[in-house]
């Protein structure tokens, strides 16, 4: 596609319950990053992928969070045993080296 | 010390005025700047990039100080629409790209 596809849009789940979130980055982009934002918060970095490096998961908030990048293309982020803390919109944007990161439409996930 | 640091604001100003963000950045090493307008429950989308030395598009203006490490967005003649949240992103070297939390701006009639 053109640009930054992420699915679901939206996703309520029970407390306790595992989520898979999904990012569809811009073609040929090698960077991809996953962000998270509460309502009215700046962007909390998550994990960032390059090319075929190692990700870096230094703002993975646990060990219930994790990410995979398959074939350097589409992303699926994970949240196990999902917590009301972890309400919030995630986002993910692609980008090719240094030049500007395109931002997908976010999941907004709520936990009951 | 965060890599990038922006002041929240909210600036509030009215129409017409003209209005000035600044963000630093700690990393020496960075080289592409960026800035970004964020709407509320949209995902931030980008503004303009930043050059050395400095560039316009309209109204906006950045600009980049190496020397102090700051970058700069300035928007002349502010209309309602401009209301959002700014944000600015550095990148380069080793280090992952850094967005800034963001500067919020009001313009009121």
């Known amino acids: 596609g053109a640009g930054v596809s992420q699915s679901p849009s939206n996703k309520v789940t029970e407390k306790g319950k595992d989520v898979e979130l999904r990012c569809d980055p811009i073609s040929g982009h090698t960077a991809l990053y996953w962000y998270r934002q509460s309502l009215g918060q700046g962007l909390e970095f998550l994990i960032y992928f390059q090319g075929n490096s190692a990700p870096d998961k230094s703002g993975l908030p646990s060990d219930r969070f994790s990410a995979e990048r398959t074939g350097g293309s589409v992303s699926t982020l994970t949240i196990q045993r999902t917590q009301q803390e972890d309400s919030a919109v995630y986002l993910c944007?692609?980008?090719?080296?240094?030049?500007?990161?395109?931002f997908g439409q976010g999941t907004r996930l709520t936990v009951v | 010390r965060k890599e990038v640091e922006q002041d929240p604001g909210p600036f509030n100003v009215p129409e017409g005025a003209t209005v000035a963000f600044n963000c630093t950045y700690s990393n020496s090493a960075s080289q592409s700047f960026f800035w970004y307008r964020q709407d509320c429950r949209k995902e931030p989308k980008l503004l303009m990039s930043v050059y050395s030395s400095g560039n316009e598009d309209g109204r906006f203006t950045a600009q980049l100080n190496r020397a102090s490490q700051y970058i700069s967005l300035l928007i002349r003649d502010s209309k309602l629409s401009d209301s959002a949240t700014y944000l600015c992103?550095?990148?380069?070297?080793?280090?992952?790209?850094?967005f800034g939390r963001g500067t919020s701006l009001i313009v009121h009639p």
């Open positions: 944007a692609s980008s090719s080296g240094n030049s500007e990161a395109f």
């Open positions: 992103r550095a990148s380069g070297g080793s280090y992952i790209p850094t």
